[in-house]
């Protein structure tokens, strides 16, 4: 027996190239550009941009913020940085000194800006609206748009709301938006509309580079079938206590459990302190990997910052220091982001930027 | 007019000190301890430690691992860090290397493992159980302690399932336990039962020790009245871009939000990849300081990893690079907390941990 504090969470490098290079031949010939915002969904920009540079020749990297840009760019020499929420007085420097970030541009405004600051061997990238109605130009102000500030451009985006449901109607209504716009007034451009979720949509949706983001990352972005990417993210923490929870007792915070029976229960060191989603409590589960069999247990009461408690009556054997797997091939966190009432995405990128992990690369 | 791109996190170190120091005053003469664990409850570890080993002369601090125990070490020379998972294999050497910290022994097995493992001039804290059943002692494992164990400890320590409800059942049912359990087992060990909301319930609560976590960062944890304490934390986050939003369209990922009228929305610079729960999707609230006169404007449609869009209709002359506040001291994470269906604790946890904030802290 072992006692054990702290949990763990393991990055599959091996498995999240593995996705990229599938994802990029189901997108050939378009370029294949790797999406490393919010610090590469939680999973380390760094570890990712450098893994995918070196390995699989990616030399276009997404990132939101100019200071996530800054911080990949010794990482990527050679490769293009674009930053999606653009340039603006509190991120010019950054602009300045890294000349592998290049600016989308969202709207009027910001092209104004980009006017008035523009920088050498750069030429931004322009976002349009075809139906999520976040960011992007809308239509009466492409059409106010010179012949002279077209040429500004390098590359026309949009993006997918709905492109996660196959036959969702706002897949066709964009895709139709997208070409329209794009014909009328960029009809030279290089165009990018498609996400992870919109490669699997087909060739039309794909144009001449493709943004690969969450289902590199292993998250089932075309969840009406099986997902055919690998799981990258797996969580476990150590038991820290087993105890009687005896008929009539109450668990954890606000006592929002109560035993009806006899039960026995294990108290696992990992909580929502770590990224794991408070709306698990009374609903989340945990495995148990013991005498070869998987074992199922629920979290019972609210899940706590550093703690939760799981209900562990007929599972057999379990000691102190044994693991509590949290997320794993089994359960992977689309499963959990199901469970908990969101979505992976946001759970990922939760997790990752926790500093109390054990925090492992698998290559 | 200005572009901006980046959102800002402020954290107001002369409100968090008075806050300790008005419920220093409000648990005399306890000892106040404060709970820095889980970086501060989000806010930075570092920074708090500083200022109440500095300002408040306070000695005692909680943390959850060890990990971040040795973290805070060099900040709190003569301070004793008690560290709440307490003491096992994966973290014997840097507790050794750390002669501040002293390990909460929580059930036998740990118990043993101290025994095995004794460090000098280290007296641990014993954790027992009164009603959460979560971490601690449960009575047949107190009974198995012989005289020479028990006076292995320095504290005795138990936790309040239900200290934010005044007139809960739990409360006198736990009170009476950590009396009985305490006086029959360890009469001669200082105690500490009450966190932030167990103060408010009164002196019975207070024994020799209060643990300030939650109340000192700003948080209601009498929400059965008007908070106390000072606002701790401010979030605001830049416009991106203002556009129309014509009667018929959709908003966001899965096109949740539909116009039945002419709308006017803008696009602002923070989502769940910064810690915004993904839960104020269509319920989550934005203000705006415009004329003097505070506006306050709907979330509409999915909150995404880096952007929110907002309903403005009606609110005049707000132009990009104006100041969208999403938490202040007139909308705190309190209020947030409950549009996002949870509590301020999960949210303030969250928030301070993305490194795409312009961090700012205030004295």
Known sequence: MSVLTQPTLEINLGCLLENFLTLQKLSKPS??????????????????????????????????????????????????????????????????????????????EAFEFWKQNRLDKRQPVIHIETGLNRLGFREHELEALSQADKKEFSLVMSHLACGD?????????????????????????????????????????QWNMVRLGAAMYGINTAPYRENQMKNVVSVTAPVLQIADLPKGQFVGYSATYRANTNRKVAIISIGYGDGLPRSLSNVGKVFFKNGGVLHEARIIGRVSMDNIICDITGIDNLQVGDTAYLAADFYTLDDMGRDAGTISYEIMSRLGKNPRFIRKYIK
Do not use: W
Request: proline residues 5%; aromatic residues 12%.
């Open 165 to 205: 449901e196959k036959d969702h109607f706002m897949n066709a209504y964009q895709l139709e938006n997208f070409k329209r716009l794009k014909n009328t007034y960029f009809p030279d451009l290089p165009a990018s509309l498609a996400a992870s979720d919109g490669i699997f949509l087909g060739k039309d949706f």
């Open 31 to 108: 370029v294949a550009a790797a999406v490393v915002k919010d610090d590469a969904y939680g999973l380390g920009a760094k570890q990712v941009v450098e893994l995918l540079y070196k390995y699989a020749d990616c030399r276009h990297f997404f990132v939101a913020q100019a200071v996530e840009g800054e911080k990949i760019a010794p990482f990527a020499d050679k490769a293009v940085i674009y930053v999606l929420q653009g340039m603006g007085q509190d991120n010019l420097e950054i602009f300045k000194q890294n000349p592998q970030l290049v600016p989308v541009v969202n709207c009027p």
